[in-house]
């Protein structure tokens, strides 16, 4: 694609999302990959060196939590680590400028928060929460993952179980009912969609876009590969969304200014709503 061909792309995103007062974001490991967190597919992902099932499947767990626990340790390292980017930055400033509702992610990472986004659904759950299946007690990750080098699997620090689990959805595991339902509320109520790095293969949470595409609602692809929503995209913006979203967030806010838009009457402290984290 030509250098003009991708200006005319972020010119028509910036357009959609100037006019949006009720916008959601989608997002999946894809954002958070230039916070140096691996994705499970696209080119560098996770699932290139492991088998899904046998490392992030609910049976596995309960059958062997220390082997699960060796590799999210390893894992955790990158996300205690990780910062919001400028593409989750971006995505908070759209909601604060009232043109998106508010974020759906698959991520575990807490990095929108972090970024500053308000109405969250985080479908997938959050991993900087540990529970106890024996007793339901709450812990925090960094606490837990401090006492992995001497106790594998880790153990409870309230009745002594062994089935510590982070608060994130394995496969086999059903998502939280309440995010779910927060996440089609969203979608059914959208005046814009915004799917942001995710191959979109992980089911119920694929079917959030597909409902708001359903309606006719305009959808914008911001992917640095092909996804199977492309070709109900409006418009496909091909690239790094930490470099893609920044740029269609001045955009927007460039036409705001330029009064091409009317501003968002919305006030977006006025909305009190979906934080499922
Ligand atoms: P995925 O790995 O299946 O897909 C990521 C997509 O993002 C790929 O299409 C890839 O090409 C694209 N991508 C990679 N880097 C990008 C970048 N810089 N800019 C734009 N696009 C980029 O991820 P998914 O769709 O979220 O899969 C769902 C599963 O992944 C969920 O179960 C989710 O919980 C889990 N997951 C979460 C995290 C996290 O918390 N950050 C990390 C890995 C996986
Ligand atoms: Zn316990």
Not at 154 to 176: N, Q, S
Not at 193 to 199: A, D, E, H, P, R
Not at 227 to 250: K, M, N, Q, Y
Request: a neutral charge; one cysteine or more.
């Amino acid at each position: 694609m030509s250098s003009r061909d991708e200006e005319g792309d972020l010119g028509r995103a910036a357009e959609l999302t100037a006019r949006a007062r009720m916008g959601v974001a989608f997002t999946g490991a894809g954002v958070s990959a230039e916070s140096g967190i691996s994705t499970f597919r696209g080119r560098d992902g996770l699932w290139h060196r492991y088998d899904p099932y046998q490392v992030s499947s609910i049976e596995a767990f309960l059958r062997d939590p220390g082997r699960y626990w060796s590799l999210a340790a390893e894992r955790w390292r990158s996300y205690a680590a990780a910062r919001p980017n400028p593409g989750h930055l971006a995505l908070a400033a759209l909601e604060a400028a009232g043109h998106l509702r508010g974020v759906v992610t698959q991520n575990t990472d807490g990095l929108h928060r972090d970024a500053g986004t308000r109405c969250l659904v985080e479908l997938h759950g959050n991993g900087r929460r540990v529970r106890c299946l024996d007793c339901g007690a709450i812990e925090d990750r960094a606490e837990v993952q401090a006492r992995l080098e001497r106790e594998l699997p880790p153990r409870c620090g309230t009745c002594g179980g062994r089935h510590l689990k982070p608060e994130v959805v394995l496969f086999g595991e059903p998502l939280p009912a309440r995010a779910l339902m927060e996440a089609f509320e969203l979608a059914r109520g959208c005046d814009l969609m915004l799917v942001v790095g995710s191959s979109l293969q992980v089911y119920p949470a694929a079917d959030v876009p597909s409902t708001a595409v359903e309606r006719g609602v305009p959808l914008i692809v911001v992917n640095d590969e092909p996804t199977p929503v492309d070709v109900a995209a409006t418009v496909v913006l091909r690239g790094r969304s930490g470099e893609l979203l920044p740029r269609l967030e001045a955009e927007v806010r460039r036409r705001r200014e330029a009064g091409d838009t009317a501003a968002p009457s919305r006030s977006p402290s006025s909305d009190g709503r979906g934080t499922s984290s």
